[in-house]
């Protein structure tokens, strides 16, 4: 089994910055890639950005240049720096991981979720 746990959500103020972190534990064969979503009320799960397992990554248009993620191999964790945030970045974000686990094939894991409020 497999759980993804966020952590680093909060309230900031516009221009401010936080730091997202995900940890994948369980029977890990092999992550393959780690990703953030975020989702807001009414709308569909949009991707932020992703990283693969030798460190490709790629971002949203509207993220580009503001927000970075990285990962620890070692530590099965994918980061999340959010800077000069905006108002619309208000959303949870999810970490997601594509993971193959050990006597299962490669599949998709999701976090629970943290809330990002950007605001004054």
């Known amino acids: 089994q497999v759980q993804l746990v966020e952590s680093g959500g909060g309230l900031v103020q516009p221009g401010g910055s936080l730091r997202l972190s995900c940890q994948a534990s369980g029977s890990i064969w092999s992550i393959y890639s780690m990703a953030w979503y975020c989702q807001v009320p009414g709308k569909q799960r949009e991707l932020v950005a992703t990283?693969?397992?030798?460190?490709?990554?790629n971002y949203a248009d509207s993220v580009k240049g503001r927000f970075t993620i990285s990962r620890d191999n070692g530590k099965n964790t994918v980061h999340l720096q959010m800077n000069s945030l905006k108002p619309e970045d208000t959303a949870v974000y999810y970490c997601n991981a594509n993971i193959r686990v050990l006597s299962a094939p490669r599949g998709d894991y999701w976090g629970q979720g943290t809330q990002v409020t950007v605001s004054s």
């Open positions: 990283i693969t397992s030798l460190g490709s990554t």
